[in-house]
């Protein structure tokens, strides 16, 4: 099932402009990339979807590269976006499991859609920098900087 959860999130973000590197997604303006992972669960049968924000000028790239989320600035599971910027209260699993039947398999794939869609059209507006940082969620967690620190860093960098 694992080429076939890649095959539909390849159509989907495909469909939403993103382009693909490996098992990444990702979408990027100038100075800022929003990427999504597609990350395969050593110890269950599925997949975790991390989410974040590249921003490449902080790391003294000239030219936007494709990285690991463990190198992005904000990143986050699937999940805590899911809690966190939409809200649903709905239950979501971090785990997209492929230990159920073909048919759950679709529904939950279908699903995952769906949400996403909620997360993106948010988090797709925080590609305009100015708007990412007048309205910088609180939940957010930023790896190297210091929240203010980064955040003057970015607009300096925009």
Same mark, same amino acid.
Do not use: C
């Given at each position: 099932? #694992?080429?076939?959860?890649?095959?539909?999130?390849?159509?989907?973000?495909?469909?939403?402009? /993103? #382009?693909?590197?490996?098992?990444?997604?990702? %979408? !990027?303006?100038?100075?800022?990339?929003?990427?999504?992972?597609?990350?395969?669960?050593?110890?269950? !049968?599925?997949?975790?979807?991390?989410?974040?924000?590249?921003?490449?000028?902080? +790391? +003294?790239?000239?030219?936007?590269?494709?990285?690991?989320?463990?190198?992005?600035?904000?990143?986050?599971?699937?999940?805590?976006?899911? @809690?966190? %910027?939409?809200?649903?209260? $709905?239950?979501? @699993?971090? %785990?997209?499991?492929?230990?159920?039947?073909?048919?759950?398999?679709?529904?939950?794939?279908?699903? =995952?859609?769906?949400? =996403?869609?909620?997360? =993106?059209?948010?988090?797709?507006?925080? %590609?305009?920098?100015?708007?990412?940082?007048?309205?910088?969620?609180?939940?957010? $967690?930023?790896?190297?900087? #210091?929240?203010?620190? /980064?955040?003057?860093?970015?607009?300096?960098?925009?």
């Amino acid at each position: 099932m #694992r080429e076939k959860a890649l095959k539909i999130l390849s159509e989907y973000f495909k469909a939403k402009g /993103f #382009r693909k590197k490996g098992q990444t997604w990702y %979408l !990027s303006k100038e100075s800022v990339a929003l990427m999504v992972e597609y990350q395969g669960s050593y110890h269950f !049968s599925g997949f975790y979807l991390n989410i974040g924000l590249y921003f490449p000028k902080l +790391n +003294n790239e000239e030219k936007f590269v494709v990285h690991k989320s463990y190198d992005w600035q904000i990143e986050d599971r699937y999940k805590t976006y899911m @809690d966190k %910027l939409v809200g649903t209260g $709905m239950y979501v @699993d971090d %785990l997209i499991s492929f230990e159920v039947s073909e048919e759950e398999f679709h529904i939950e794939m279908e699903q =995952l859609k769906a949400n =996403l869609d909620k997360i =993106l059209e948010i988090m797709m507006k925080w %590609l305009d920098i100015d708007y990412f940082v007048a309205n910088f969620p609180e939940f957010i $967690m930023v790896k190297y900087y #210091r929240k203010e620190e /980064f955040l003057a860093l970015i607009k300096k960098h925009h």
